[in-house]
């Protein structure tokens, strides 16, 4: 497979020019590109593509798939849980979401990931690899096939750090907004990190118009690094001054996430706190009660808590809001349904 070209990390432009230069005409390559949009996984399902040029692009090329392992619905609001794996055996998880104004799907961008955030499931399972475009393409095409849907919104909230696989991921946004492809605005596509600063930098001057979330879980330091371990190699106020540029140089407003742990970053001080390194920022709240991953001991906040969190932020003119948990009953935040499927024999 190595010596073969990766066929859907190819823009429609690239696929043209390629074919055009071994002498087929370019109307065969956008027919393939449709084919590729619609997620088939051999060059042999392409029916209106003459036999020579399926062959020659089966030993040119190769599709990277994305292939459905598992799939869980959700009994109250039709969240869906994908397993999917990938051509080397890794497997990788992803959920779609339907919200009044569209589809939204939360892809992976790795196959585990390094940062080791305690409460987090994917990052206790250690890290394997990095994805790539295609293959986070992948993902969305296997759901919009399988539910016949079109996704319009993406993010990149599910295993594995984004700004660690920086350039792949800035391939993918390219690639998925190809008007004749999947057509998913860089508005329309949101990129969380855990906040490495650097890479926060480097995206900043791509100056693209993609929504930033950056997790921040702690109103200071100490809190910080006693559960995410990238904040011993950038302080808070390296992170929040990265924020500031970043808002400075895109005109984009920053998302914080805050995962609310009973007894570890939720009183009432810790609001307080929070609220006075964020005033005067441009910046948007969501607050999560931390779903509970086995062996981690951490609960989530009760309702007083959020509600009492809050309130403390909306005084300060922090805009925050708790986020509604879609797909509860199949839960597994990312990451555990991938454990669960390796405990249960599965790799
Ligand atoms: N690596 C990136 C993106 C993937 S994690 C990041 O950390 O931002 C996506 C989000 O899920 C992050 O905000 C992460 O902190 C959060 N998360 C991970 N495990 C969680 C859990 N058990 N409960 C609540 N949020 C969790
Ligand atoms: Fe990695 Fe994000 Fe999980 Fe931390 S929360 S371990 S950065 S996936």
Redesign the pocket.
């Known amino acids: 497979m190595t010596d073969k070209t990766d066929v859907k990390s190819l823009t429609l432009k690239e696929l043209e020019q390629q074919l055009t230069s071994e002498g087929y005409p370019k109307f065969r390559a956008k027919q393939m590109y449709e084919w590729l949009l619609k997620g088939v996984t051999s060059f042999d399902e392409m029916r209106n593509i003459p036999s020579d040029l399926r062959q020659f692009s089966d030993t040119r090329y190769y599709i990277s798939v994305a292939t459905i392992e598992k799939k869980l619905i959700s009994r109250y609001d039709k969240t869906v849980k994908y397993l999917f794996s990938l051509h080397d055996g890794e497997f990788i998880e992803a959920v779609v979401m339907s919200y009044h104004h569209g589809v939204s799907m939360c892809i992976s961008t790795?196959v585990g990931?390094?940062?080791?955030?305690t409460?987090?499931?994917?990052?206790?399972s250690g890290f394997s690899r990095d994805l790539t475009a295609s293959e986070m393409l992948a993902q969305l095409e296997a759901a919009q096939r399988d539910l016949n849907v079109r996704i319009s919104n993406v993010v990149l909230m599910g295993?594995?750090?984004p700004l660690d696989n920086l350039d792949n991921v800035l391939r993918f946004i390219e690639l998925a907004s190809e008007e004749k492809g999947l057509h998913i605005g860089a508005r329309h596509i949101t990129l969380?990190?855990?906040g490495i600063v650097p890479k926060i930098y480097e995206l900043a001057e791509k100056k693209l118009q993609i929504n930033l979330a950056v997790?921040l879980h702690a109103p200071n330091d100490e809190i910080r690094s006693r559960t995410?371990p990238?904040a011993k190699a950038y302080p808070m106020s390296q992170l929040l001054k990265a924020c500031r540029d970043y808002f400075d140089a895109t005109g984009r407003r920053v998302t914080f996430e805050y995962s609310m742990i009973s007894g570890v970053n939720d009183s009432d001080e810790n609001a307080r706190e929070l609220a006075q390194k964020l005033s005067g920022m441009n910046c948007h709240v969501n607050l999560i009660p931390v779903n509970t991953v086995e062996g981690t001991g951490y609960k989530k906040s009760n309702i007083q808590r959020q509600q009492s969190f809050v309130n403390i932020l909306a005084a300060k003119s922090i805009a925050a809001t708790v986020r509604r948990t879609l797909g509860s009953d199949i839960n597994a935040s990312?990451?555990q349904l991938k454990r669960n499927h390796i405990k249960e024999g599965g790799k």
């Open positions: 790795q990931c390094k940062m080791g955030c409460f987090c499931a994917t990052g206790k295993m594995g750090e969380s990190t855990c997790s995410m990238i990312c990451g």
